[in-house]
């Protein structure tokens, strides 16, 4: 009986690539993302930071502030319910990093450099995964506000400006807590590092309070806070319906993280995982 074989190309002759092109990439990143999303499924307690927080928090904060910062709680849901939304959403960002450096630790992450498959979409496939849970912050945050009285003035599609806007600097942000669980020895001390740095810049910011209440020696500080800025331009959308400057500086301040912190997390990546 005669078998027949291909004829073997050699290996000179192979077309090999040591890159990945845009395509592959944009294909492995949504598998890596599809991913996410069934840990997610598989695993619903990890939502409870993204649906359990926004509601305490809004209620929380606006009925023990309100009355004293702006006299009555429906006079301060404008104020508190874009402050609450971007604390919320920033915050969850963390769990980018926690997440990475616990499948790192497991072995997950070797097998997939291993794998024929675009460096970055691991990182980028769990990053995009997490804008999910960052929409799904956003929404509770605008349901809880509504049903509390809160009537954005800029009207529905301001709001979803918002959000979008919120959501994008959320996913950048992200990347510096994925640079985090890449350097980082456990996922315990991502989660420690990550909060010491997230704390000051959320309430030294104008998120809950009007800057013009603070010391004048803590204001300064508050006027360049990154967190203000993006609080200060989800106002003016929800409340007035305005794009101003602080939308071009958050959307500046967000490319700058992510050029600067995408590759430096996935050559870092690459070299430890």
């Known amino acids: ?24 990439t944009v294909r492995n990143t949504l598998t890596m993302a599809w991913r996410g999303l069934l840990k997610i499924r598989r695993t619903p307690e990890q939502l409870i930071d993204v649906t359990v927080q926004p509601i305490l928090f809004t209620l929380m904060f606006t009925y023990i502030f309100g009355g ?13 319910i874009p ?10 960002s963390v769990v980018t990093g926690v997440q990475l450096r616990e499948d ?53 599609g301001a709001v979803v400006a918002a959000g979008v806007l919120v959501v994008v600097c959320s996913w950048a942000v992200s990347w510096i807590f994925a640079f985090f669980g890449v350097v980082a020895r456990t996922a315990s001390s991502v989660q420690g590092v990550s909060l010491v740095i997230l704390f000051p810049l959320t309430f030294l910011s104008n998120a809950f309070v009007p800057a013009d209440t603070m010391p004048g020696w803590l204001q300064w500080f508050v006027d360049i806070n990154p967190v203000s800025h993006l609080v200060t331009a989800v106002r003016d959308l929800v409340n007035y ?7 071009v500086i958050t959307l500046i ?4 993280i ?14 430890k995982a």
């Open 83 to 92: 402050g609450i939304l971007v604390q919320t959403v920033i915050t969850t």
């Open 258 to 271: 992510v050029a600067i912190f995408a590759p430096l997390t996935v050559r870092t990546y690459m070299r």
């Open 241 to 247: 319906g305005t794009v101003g400057s602080d939308v």
């Open 1 to 24: 009986m005669t078998t027949l074989t291909a004829p073997l190309t050699p290996v000179a002759d192979r077309d090999l690539r040591n890159h990945a092109g845009v395509a592959q």
């Open 104 to 156: 790192m630790d497991k072995g997950v992450f070797d097998r997939f450099r291993s794998l024929p498959i675009a460096r970055i979409a691991p990182l980028s496939g769990a990053l995009l995964a997490d804008t999910v849970r960052y929409a799904i912050a956003t929404t509770l945050t605008f349901t809880m506000g509504f049903i509390m009285g809160f009537r954005p003035a800029g009207g529905f």
């Open 68 to 80: 004293a910062i702006a006299g009555d709680v429906q006079s301060y849901l404008p104020i508190i």
């Open 253 to 256: 301040g967000a490319a700058v």
